[in-house]
């Protein structure tokens, strides 16, 4: 029954799908095309790469030695020389971070890789030709890449790319869960930009199948922390809460909760879970918002900072036009509304000072 649905849904798809495109200027190029991809499938032994073109849908089979051809133009930031087909995509036991002399954060990115490439390229984070340019600097990616816009594979394989490109200047990119990547990856497809829709149809499969447990951005998504720290500053998407901290989990236990527990598991199993139900609910690292609402005072801020031991808690996922300072830093708001593909902000941390990094270049000191 869901195979007929979904075989006449590619159907229309492939029919229709090009001419409806062709309004649309959207798309890089300019032209009507759309690229989508690739997506890589580890399927009876073998890594299989899937990709859109204007074309329709194209598969590839991986060899070992041989780099993966795609059509110019699928994902401008995938660069098939980064592929590491042995990778375990084991997490990272390590969550504390110390004696990093630069730092840069953004967050809530949500499709929008050239306004993030603009910001980045402003603050030197990377070069004119988007390769990592911040030596032994961490650039933290606070959640949120997806949903909304409609760049979003080509901002993951752009950060997996920077990733390993930091790594071998002894710097460090940190991706951190948000929301939207644990919606996607638990199939709740709301948000998702149209183009991921004539995505699965072409692909014949659901979003959070392409991100599945047998993908290679999936296994790669998989191995993400929610809350990581770094010089006593602590970075999650959306902030700890106090009913969080009253349960004294670890951010270590957090992540794993999320890796182990939460992500690729049915609803129902979190739900029944008194820890797992608070680490997914409202009140969870990935979706409060306690710290920008009203009656939110330093005395419970404080509080919250002498639970984790930091000086400072830097959040994404409520939304500003800038990035906002709480109680002299003690709370930095970063998600400075990239989503709307305008305008947005960088958070710099250099020396135990803070500055917001504008679009232009400019740095200004956050007190
Ligand atoms: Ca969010």
Do not use: C
């Not at 409060?288 to 919250?304: M, S, V």
């Amino acid at each position: 029954m869901e195979n007929t649905f979904l075989r006449a849904w590619s159907l229309w798809a492939i029919l229709w799908l090009p001419l409806s495109l062709m309004g649309q200027s959207a798309h890089s190029n300019g032209d009507a095309a759309y690229y989508d991809g690739p997506y890589i499938f580890f399927e009876d032994g073998q890594a299989i790469a899937r990709w859109i073109t204007p074309e329709g849908l194209r598969e590839k089979a991986i060899t070992a030695g041989q780099p993966l051809e795609a059509d110019e133009g699928v994902s401008t930031s995938f660069d098939p020389s980064y592929l590491d087909l042995q990778a375990s995509f084991e997490p990272s036991p390590q969550v504390v971070f110390n004696g990093v002399e630069h730092i840069v954060a953004v967050s809530d990115i949500h499709g929008q890789y050239d306004l993030l490439l603009s910001l980045l390229r402003a603050h030197q984070v990377i070069d004119e030709t988007n390769n990592w340019a911040f030596g032994e600097g961490h650039l933290v990616i606070l959640g949120d890449i997806f949903d909304r816009g409609d760049e979003v594979t080509n901002l993951l394989w752009f950060v997996h790319k920077l990733e390993q490109q930091a790594e071998k200047a002894n710097g460090k990119v940190h991706y951190l869960l948000g929301n939207h990547e644990v919606m996607a990856l638990q199939g709740d497809l709301r948000y998702i930009h149209k183009k991921y829709r004539y995505t699965m149809a072409y692909m014949g499969m659901s979003y959070d199948q392409l991100f599945g447990e047998n993908t290679y951005l999936g296994r790669w998504l998989r191995s993400k922390p929610v809350a990581i720290s770094i010089n006593r500053t602590a970075f999650v998407h959306a902030g700890f809460s106090e009913a969080l901290l009253r349960k004294k989990l670890t951010f270590g236990e957090m992540n794993k909760a999320f890796q182990q527990e939460i992500i690729g598991h049915p609803e129902d199993s979190i739900l029944a879970d008194p820890i797992l139900n608070l680490l997914y609910s409202d009140i969870g690292p990935i979706w409060y918002r306690g710290y920008f609402e009203d009656g939110f005072t330093l005395w419970q801020a404080k509080n919250i900072l002498n639970n984790i031991r930091k000086r400072h808690v830097v959040v994404g996922h409520t939304s500003f036009s800038e990035i906002v300072s709480l109680f002299r830093n003690r709370i930095i708001g970063i998600d400075s509304s990239i989503k709307n593909g305008k305008n947005g902000e960088l958070l710099l941390i250099h020396k135990k000072k803070f500055y917001r990094g504008t679009l232009n270049g400019e740095t200004i000191r956050l007190k």
